[in-house]
T-cell receptor, first 113, second 109 residues
Framework: KAGVTQTPRYLIKTRGQQVTLSCSPISGHRSVSWYQQTPGQGLQFLFEYFSETQRNKGNFPGRFSGRQFSNSRSEMNVSTLELGDSALYLC????????????FGPGTRLLVL | QKEVEQDPGPLSVPEGAIVSLNCTYSNSAFQYFMWYRQYSRKGPELLMYTYSSGNKEDGRFTAQVDKSSKYISLFIRDSQPSDSATYLCAVRGGNQFYFGTGTSLTVIP
């Protein structure tokens, strides 16, 4: 079974731009969660989608948004990029939203200049 | 106070050593405890998860939870160079899910 895939793997943007990241979960998994990973803060939860509905949300500003499609694929959007948004963005999928058994993708490394 | 605290290391051990990785957490409501391994330039990989207190063993890995002291541990026996990675602990209670910042481990051949 194919794992979680994320595109693109690397991205360079400038301040003020917006970016969209994509995640394809493991086949059959209906829950997708997004995380931001930085050296200083570690892994921080952004939001979780289950069957196209946002089920949980972390403590991030409204510039961070997401959505999930009927095939469970998910996108995350960051508008008005700031230097501090430079990070590894990880998505993880699970079968029924049991995040204790979630599987992570390789991540998208975003650099904001 | 952070929900999960983890010593960042780095930790360097000789091949074959027993490694002990530890985290403390703040909220007694947390019920699920996870350990992930993350290699450089990869996403975290779930190693083990436990529910409530006690020990869980999987091959060379043993996860231990002590809810009375809010302390979780991962032991790696007969450590190998391939175990060199960053190890992240995580806790979950209801919809709350928190990761430690990770401990970098290097196993020297």
């Amino acid at each position: 079974k194919a794992g979680v895939t994320q595109t693109p793997r690397y991205l360079i943007k400038t301040r003020g731009q917006q970016v969209t990241l994509s995640c394809s979960p493991i086949s059959g998994h209906r829950s997708v969660s997004w995380y931001q990973q930085t050296p200083g803060q570690g892994l921080q939860f952004l939001f979780e989608y289950f069957s196209e509905t946002q089920r949980n949300k972390g403590n991030f500003p409204g510039r961070f948004s997401g959505r999930q499609f009927s095939n469970s694929r998910s996108e995350m959007n960051v508008s008005t990029l700031e230097l501090g948004d430079s990070a590894l963005y990880l998505c993880a999928s699970s079968y029924q939203g049991n995040r204790e058994t979630q599987y992570f993708g390789p991540g998208t490394r975003l650099l904001v200049l | 106070q952070k929900e999960v605290e983890q010593d960042p290391g780095p930790l360097s051990v000789p091949e074959g050593a027993i490694v002990s990785l530890n985290c403390t957490y703040s909220n007694s409501a947390f019920q699920y405890f996870m350990w992930y391994r993350q290699y450089s330039r990869k996403g975290p990989e779930l190693l083990m998860y436990t529910y409530s207190s006690g020990n869980k063993e999987d091959g060379r890995f043993t996860a231990q939870v002590d809810k009375s002291s809010k302390y979780i541990s991962l032991f790696i026996r007969d450590s190998q160079p391939s175990d060199s990675a960053t190890y992240l602990c995580a806790v979950r209670g209801g919809n709350q899910f928190y990761f430690g910042t990770g401990t970098s481990l290097t196993v020297i051949p």
